[in-house]
């Protein structure tokens, strides 16, 4: 247990206690049978001699040590060994020692625990669910004891004045330091609501959801109410010292949030209101626990939220809407998922349950494949079952709406470029629609009318649909705000979590002066682009898939698609060079799936200046177009007298390169050597034909010439409401 933190993801431990002590050899060697980080392979002859050389390995940095120290303290490997092997701060690894000892003092008593440790656990910032699972009891038993005991933590006011003169800022932080003393600040006034935001930045969950917080507490001020905030990362807008009427530095965990909830609670009130949409999924995953709490929820509802990410319910309500949906089953076991791919047949696309920004969610191209994803990435039970579906090839669509549970309305659709199989936050998209028949927006609208109906929400729904010449296909609904949000606020000028807020707490959508359906496009075309951090991220494959990978996004806008596109893929870094006099060089190398589509990318490249370089396949289809190129060996074939691609990459002189993956087992696709070496050398490297084909048709003289037409937004928006 590490208390005060989140080990998710991939984070924890790999060992459990010994029942027994063991020395330093053999407690490092139980650590190494559970480790993964170590390799020993080769039997002994392969294993250093050294024990101090061993832990060095072991210990190499990696997102992992931290749990490795912690790992080993509990063995009782000393936090002075440790010091001098990795050379950390003795002070560091001496909190750390101290932690680990109390959880041991904690394990040796299990649930004879007493009022004493309790408060010493406290103290050291153990959570009631690490203080349970250590002990074995149940964290509503460890919570109830503490209550009983009158432990609750005390907030104390952040000095953001250092002392130089009183402070008075409504920044708190939880201390059971100050448990039992009396608060530095009376409850907000009412009406007041919690916004919980979204915690700390990263990929699938980042900054479009600190907008959408922030626009949340600016609404409930601006309705004469107190908004507090929540949320653990100062370096986020939310955290503003202006952003809310209060706000609380506290972990996004269910029992911090209650006990701000109940500081914020006046006897014989009740429990402030909690708006839990806003945040990403964090907050949603939080809805459970608030409601068991009697904490309202405005605008949803834990039966809802389920409705919607429970991947049985969600099959059912779209069953019973008739409205269509990728063939496939749902699993809560790997015989289950094994059977049901079977049936529906390969490549199949694994979705768990109550997960964002495409985490666990990939391709599985056969029984061992998918064995080996829900095996390493995705907890399979009755609660939280998978979806197995059939991979449907079409055009991907992305629809953001707000409800009041009697109309929809829906600011705009999100037309993606890439082809269904790219997670929607790495796709280019544009908006309003450049493909889309009416007929297919109609249908759509009607679609997404339905489902926000029947969900039982009154705020904000996402949903991602897929077209096809057959018809719509739902793939996913949301009940919160997505990270297009922003985008669809500012673009169509559409105040839409400002209408979220409102409505959750009961105003409607008329009576805001807005009204059903979708809204009338712009007369100008914004084009979405994903921004990616490949290059500082040393041994990430950039290849797009069903996992999200981008950093960040930019905006360009214009009335012609086309530079709209070339300004938004500009300033994404995701502009192909543009050809000097004597041209440039752009290496294809495509899976057999893209080979059809090779002339059009072609074409539009040699339009622009540039030559070609590519591996025999696409080479030979290059040639069949009339085009000139220089061939190359596949990165793994050493036997060939061609120079080998990643040779050709190593040595300069390539502009661009198009490498689609071919799927194989696993994670890792094929010719991720090239798109490594790509990285290496800097040279921009597109891995889907949709992106790279956009990308080469923006390279055209008639939008190149105008794509330092620069304006703000505020006047782009004066054009497209008809102004100069």
């Excluded at 050899?25 to 002859?45: K, R």
């Excluded at 609660?383 to 707000?402: K, N, S, T």
């Excluded at 070496?677 to 003289?701: K, N, S, Y």
Aim: proline fraction near 7%; glycine fraction near 10%.
């Amino acid at each position: 247990v590490l208390p005060g933190w989140a080990a998710g993801g991939r984070h924890g431990e790999h060992a459990a206690i010994p029942e027994r002590p063991l020395s330093h050899e053999e407690a490092f060697a139980d650590v190494l049978m559970d480790g993964d980080g170590l390799d020993v392979e080769g039997g002994p002859d392969a294993m250093p001699a050294s024990r101090a050389t061993l832990m060095e390995r072991f210990l190499k940095p990696s997102d992992s040590r931290l749990w490795r120290l912690l790992a080993l303290l509990r063995r009782g490997v000393a936090a002075a060994d440790l010091q001098r092997v990795t050379g950390m701060a003795p002070w560091f690894l001496s909190e750390m020692e101290r932690l680990t000892d109390l959880e041991q003092r904690m394990r040796a008593v299990g649930r004879d625990l007493s009022d004493e440790l309790l408060v010493l656990a406290k103290r050291a910032c153990f959570g009631d669910h690490d203080i349970a699972a250590v002990t074995g009891l149940t964290p509503a038993e460890v919570t109830e004891h503490r209550h009983a005991m009158g432990l609750r933590p005390g907030y104390a006011m952040v000095d953001t004045c250092a002392a130089e003169f009183e402070a008075e800022t409504p920044y708190f932080y939880a201390t059971y330091a100050a448990a039992g003393s009396e608060p530095e600040a009376p409850p907000v006034e009412r009406p007041a609501a919690l916004v919980i935001g979204s915690g700390p930045v990263r990929i699938g969950q980042g900054i479009e959801f600190d907008y959408c917080a922030v626009q949340a507490a600016q609404t409930l001020r601006e309705d004469g109410g107190r908004a507090v905030m929540v949320n653990s990362n100062p370096e986020t807008v939310s955290t503003d010292f202006d952003a809310s009427s209060r706000l609380y530095f506290e972990p996004l965990d269910a029992e911090s949030v209650l006990e701000v909830i109940d500081a914020e609670t006046r006897p014989g009130e009740e429990r402030l209101p909690a708006l839990i949409q806003f945040g990403g999924q964090t907050p949603l995953n939080l809805a459970q626990t608030l409601e068991e709490g009697s904490v309202p929820l405005p605008g949803i509802s834990v039966d809802a939220i389920d409705r919607a990410e429970d991947r049985t319910r969600f099959a059912n309500m779209i069953e019973a809407l008739g409205i269509p949906q990728p063939r496939g089953g749902i699993a809560t076991s790997l015989d289950e998922a094994l059977a049901v791919a079977e049936q529906i047949g390969y490549p199949v696309l694994v979705r768990p349950s109550f997960v964002i920004g495409g985490l666990a969610i990939d391709f599985c191209y056969g029984p061992d494949d998918l064995a080996r994803q829900l095996a390493a990435a995705t907890v399979i039970t009755e609660e939280r079952p998978v979806r197995i579906d059939a991979y449907l090839e079409g055009l991907e669509v992305d629809v953001d709406a707000v409800t009041d549970g009697t109309d929809v309305l829906i600011p705009g659709l999100m037309e993606h470029v890439e082809r269904a199989g790219v997670h929607s936050g790495d796709s280019v998209a544009f908006f309003p629609p450049q493909q889309l028949s009416d007929v297919d927006q109609g249908l759509i609208v009607d679609t997404m009318r339905r489902i926000c109906l029947a969900a039982g929400v009154r705020g904000l729904v996402n949903a991602q649909f897929i077209v096809r010449e057959d018809g719509v296909y739902v793939l996913e609904v949301n009940p919160r705000a997505s990270r297009t949000v922003p985008f669809l606020s500012k673009v169509p000028a559409v105040p839409m979590v400002a209408l979220a807020t409102r409505v959750a707490r009961g105003a409607s959508l008329a009576e805001r002066g807005w009204s059903d359906g979708l809204l009338p496009a712009p007369p100008l075309v914004a084009v979405k682009a994903p921004v990616f951090s490949t290059a500082k991220l040393r041994g990430v494959d950039p290849s797009l898939g069903p996992g999200m990978q981008s950093t960040g996004e930019v905006i360009g806008i214009h009335r012609d698609a086309r530079v709209a596109l070339a300004k938004a893929l500009l300033s994404a870094a995701l502009h192909p060079p543009l050809p000097g006099p004597e041209g440039a060089e752009a290496l294809i190398s495509v899976a057999p799936r893209d080979i059809e589509r090779i002339e059009e990318l072609a074409g539009a490249l040699a339009s622009a200046g540039y030559h070609f370089t590519a591996t025999p396949g696409t080479a030979a289809v290059l040639r069949e177009g009339g085009h000139e190129v220089r061939e190359v060996a596949m990165a793994g074939d050493h036997q060939s007298e061609l120079p080998n691609i990643v040779d050709v990459i190593a040595e300069g002189g390539i502009s661009l390169i198009v490498n689609t993956p071919m799927p194989r087992s696993g994670a890792v696709l094929d010719a991720a050597a090239v798109r490594h070496a790509a990285i290496a050398e800097g040279v921009l490297c597109m891995t889907t034909m949709d992106t790279a084909i956009a990308a080469a048709h923006a390279l055209e003289p008639a939008a190149q010439a105008r794509i330092e037409d620069v304006r703000s937004l505020d006047a782009w928006l004066r054009i497209g409401q008809g102004g100069g």
